[in-house]
């Protein structure tokens, strides 16, 4: 019963997204689906470490999507900016505190799975490492002024 409820959402899904206007596109999402199925089926056979969430920690959902949103705005103007030549853009790594997921403990491997998901899914972020010394290290983009010249080409 899992396999066809994953089967019937991965179709639906690709039909949704690929807005499939012909009989063509429609069986191809079968066999997309059937696919991706198949690999989920093959991820949940094959999985052996436990991962369970607190009610405490769905708490912290709530703030994703506001994130994605400002982060998806500032991200879009910025590359705007970046095409139109009035700032450049670079990125940067930085250093956030975390404390590791002990190795038997489900509930805390919940947490730290929960908490790289929160940071990674907003598009100016990305959780690049999980450092040993209990960090996150996170990519981020900025922009920064376009420089008219550099003093080593003064162009």
Same mark, same amino acid.
């Given at each position: 019963?899992?396999?066809?409820?994953?089967?019937?959402?991965?179709?639906?899904?690709?039909?949704?997204?690929?807005?499939?206007?012909?009989?063509?596109?429609?069986?191809?999402?079968?066999?997309?689906?059937?696919?991706?199925?198949?690999?989920?089926?093959?991820?949940?056979?094959? &999985?052996? /470490?436990? +991962?369970? %969430?607190?009610?405490?920690?769905?708490?912290? =959902? &709530?703030? /994703?999507? +506001?994130? %994605?949103?400002?982060?998806?705005?500032?991200? =879009?103007?910025? /590359?705007?900016?970046?095409?139109?030549?009035?700032?450049?853009?670079?990125?940067?790594?930085?250093?956030?505190?975390?404390k590791l997921p002990q190795e038997l403990d489900p509930h805390d491997r919940g947490r730290?799975?929960?908490?790289?998901?929160?940071?990674?899914?907003?598009?100016?972020?990305?959780?690049?490492?999980?450092d040993a010394r209990g960090e996150l290290v996170i990519h981020k983009l900025y922009a920064?002024?376009?420089?008219?010249?550099?003093?080593?080409?003064?162009?």
């Amino acid at each position: 019963m899992r396999t066809l409820c994953w089967f019937l959402a991965i179709y639906v899904l690709y039909e949704l997204v690929a807005m499939v206007q012909d009989a063509t596109e429609a069986i191809t999402g079968l066999f997309v689906a059937a696919i991706a199925t198949a690999l989920v089926m093959a991820a949940w056979r094959s &999985a052996s /470490i436990d +991962v369970q %969430m607190r009610w405490r920690y769905l708490s912290h =959902l &709530a703030k /994703i999507p +506001v994130n %994605m949103l400002r982060d998806s705005i500032g991200v =879009l103007w910025w /590359i705007a900016q970046s095409l139109t030549g009035k700032t450049h853009l670079e990125g940067y790594f930085m250093r956030l505190p975390f404390k590791l997921p002990q190795e038997l403990d489900p509930h805390d491997r919940g947490r730290g799975a929960l908490a790289i998901y929160g940071i990674s899914a907003a598009p100016n972020s990305i959780v690049a490492d999980v450092d040993a010394r209990g960090e996150l290290v996170i990519h981020k983009l900025y922009a920064s002024e376009q420089p008219a010249s550099s003093p080593e080409w003064p162009l």
